[in-house]
């Protein structure tokens, strides 16, 4: 199972990836979180202190490792120069498993309150400037584009603030996308422009209302957006003492919350993942990608580097998987 949380910036998105988490971990539930916001404050929604949060290896910043490491005996991958963030897995890929002791996650998920945390990292003070910050999340495009997660696992991610959440294919990656939306006009129109967005790209776009004080506000949010609104989070005296670092027992949080949270959890466990969709979609934004720029930038025709006879899933893993 993954999950997104987007919003428009101060909406709220990382404190609910952070309370999901949470959710997930209390119901036992395997779950790897990943920060691929350019703010990065899951880590410390999550309860890591300054000196834990630096410990945490950016998979942003070791992309040439991540691409050696993925492309593994692809032999229509020559390099990791010639990878880009859209590459699909083919024959020979290496694929990967939520396996917290395999290679990538030994390297780069840490734990962190009973989940495993992966960052994509700050700016840099060398890319200040020269580089965009979408080559930090090409990361987790490429990590999830060659994950083969089960139906008992969950992946949350924090995604960037805004439309900058549509810059790349990474959006189209997940089961499940929730935009954690204000009681607002201005908070309406931002699901009405990603509600465009998605559209024909086959994702579930769903809501959560945040910063709700009243009854009129939960009525607002359902007379404009209908039944896209799975529930509503108030102010919370839980959420406040984790903000500043002393957070309760997940029990006490406010049972309002927490049913808001149970029916996005049954939401998203509903859904049943299309492989071969969810492959072509992969493979559209890889050629889509290609055409735009790869191809020059590279010097090659890396429509050449999708496999037709390949299909990711759980069938794929036992011959494409490399120790």
């Known amino acids: 199972m993954r999950i997104a949380f987007v919003g428009k910036g101060g909406s709220g998105k990382t404190t609910l990836s952070a309370l999901f988490t949470r959710y997930l971990v209390n119901q036992n539930i395997p779950v790897l979180a990943i920060d691929a916001d350019i703010n990065q404050h899951l880590g410390q929604a999550l309860g ?10 950016a998979l942003g910043s070791h992309l040439d490792w991540l ?12 390099s990791a120069a010639a990878m880009i963030k859209t590459t699909p897995p083919g024959r020979g ?6 396996d917290p002791d395999d290679e990538l996650h030994r390297r780069f ?11 994509t990292g700050e700016f840099a003070e060398d890319d200040i400037g020269v580089a965009c910050y979408h080559s930090k999340t090409g990361a987790v495009e490429l990590y999830l584009n060659h994950l083969i997660d089960g139906p008992a ?8 603030a805004g439309a900058d959440a549509f ?11 929730v935009l954690v939306c204000e009681p ?11 509600r465009q967005h998605t559209g024909g790209h086959q994702v579930r776009l769903r809501v959560i209302g945040n910063k709700v004080t009243d009854h009129a506000d939960v009525a607002f949010l359902r007379g404009e957006v209908g039944e896209a609104v799975l529930g509503h989070v108030a102010h919370s005296s839980w959420v406040r003492a984790a903000e500043q670092g002393d957070p309760p027992p997940f029990g006490a949080l406010e049972p309002p919350i927490r049913a808001t949270l149970a029916a996005l959890h049954s939401e998203l466990v509903a859904i049943e993942r299309d492989w071969a969709a969810y492959h072509r979609n992969t493979v559209r934004f890889h050629l889509r990608n290609a055409h735009a720029w790869a191809n020059r930038s590279v010097g090659a025709d890396l429509a050449e580097q999708i496999d037709p006879d390949f299909l990711p899933g759980p069938a ?6 490399h120790g």
Not at 316 to 321: H, Y
């Open 167 to 177: 810059a790349s294919g990474l959006f189209t990656r997940f089961d499940l996308v």
């Open 316 to 321: 794929a893993v036992g011959s494409a998987v």
């Open 93 to 98: 890929s290496r694929l990967l498993r939520y």
């Open 67 to 78: 691409k050696d490491h993925l492309r593994a005996d692809n032999p229509r991958i020559t």
């Open 184 to 194: 607002t006009r201005r908070g309406v129109k931002v699901y009405q422009q990603f």
């Open 153 to 160: 696992e969950c992946v949350v991610v924090d995604m960037t």
């Open 48 to 57: 890591l202190d300054d000196r834990a949060l630096a410990a945490i290896p």
């Open 109 to 119: 998920a840490w734990p962190v309150g009973g989940a495993r945390l992966m960052v």
